[in-house]
């Protein structure tokens, strides 16, 4: 069976906070209610980070559950660097291949096997390593998060990259759709059928973060209220406090204004019968620096 891919729509957290200000000084408990602390040190959590107004990294984690049935713990099959920069007034949204070989107990395994094998902390370890870059948050949002996040947009618009059909739902290349709810979820898990496998996929969840964030921003206030807040509660995790959130409404909501994207890419391998994505030195080296310009 195919698997459900959930994406990095955990960017919506920051979005939240980015252009829905007005609402997180009502929604505190909510806020709490997905609060999971991390193993992140004192002085690089995003409290201490963005009290200062000085760039924040958040690793964004998506699993395939909440949703279609699904209540296990799962992958994070989607993984996404977020860099929001308030000083360039800039944002970089770094996709992270799931197939990159890591090493855990001794094992070979996925990148995406790392929340599987632990927690939140698992994966901010092995995307520190990877990076070589500290995080100063993270935010893991499922299935059914996603979905609440579209139908409270009513759809967003979305010019499709590829031709295909999947589970029902087709799209042409180069036709803009209003997408909402499992329409949208066809659209950015496909992979099977793109010629550029997951990396394409990663462009298509991309798009669709792009996507949300420009609707949401027209028109915070019918978007970003207690119920829609309340709703995410339910399908979100984050080390973000709500000190974290209103410091990124109160001075980062700019930086959203001018999102750039890009992509960690490997060359195919198997290795113990898996089929993988390994990255070269050269590549490291290219996201390490790429992720340290957006920093600065």
Known sequence: MKKFIIWFFSLAVVAVAAVGGYAIWTTQGAIQKMHQSSSIKTADKADTVTKAGKPIAILLLGTDTGALDRSYKGRTDSMMIAVVNPKKKQTLLLSLQRDTPIIINGQTVKLNAAYA????????????????????????????????????LNGVNVTSNLTFTEFGHSFVDGTTYDMQGDQLLAYVRERHQDPRGDYG?????????????????????????????????????????????????????????????????????????????????????RVHTELEDALK
Request: without cysteine; charged residues 15%.
């Open 201 to 285: 996929r990663q462009l298509r969840q991309q798009q669709v973060i792009k996507a949300v964030l420009a609707k949401a921003a027209t028109n915070p206030t019918t978007i970003f209220n207690q119920k829609f807040i309340n709703r995410l509660s339910s399908n979100i995790l984050t080390d973000l406090s709500f000190s974290s959130f209103k410091n990124l409404a109160l001075n980062y909501r700019k930086a959203l204004d001018n999102i750039k994207s890009g992509q960690m890419v490997g060359t195919s391998a198997t290795i113990n019968g898996q089929s993988m994505q390994l990255m070269s030195q050269t590549e490291k080296d």
């Open 117 to 152: 094998y632990g927690s939140a902390d698992s994966s901010i370890a092995q995307v520190e390593k990877l990076v070589n870059i500290k995080l100063n948050g993270y935010a893991l949002i499922n299935m059914g998060g996603l979905e609440s996040i579209v139908n409270s």
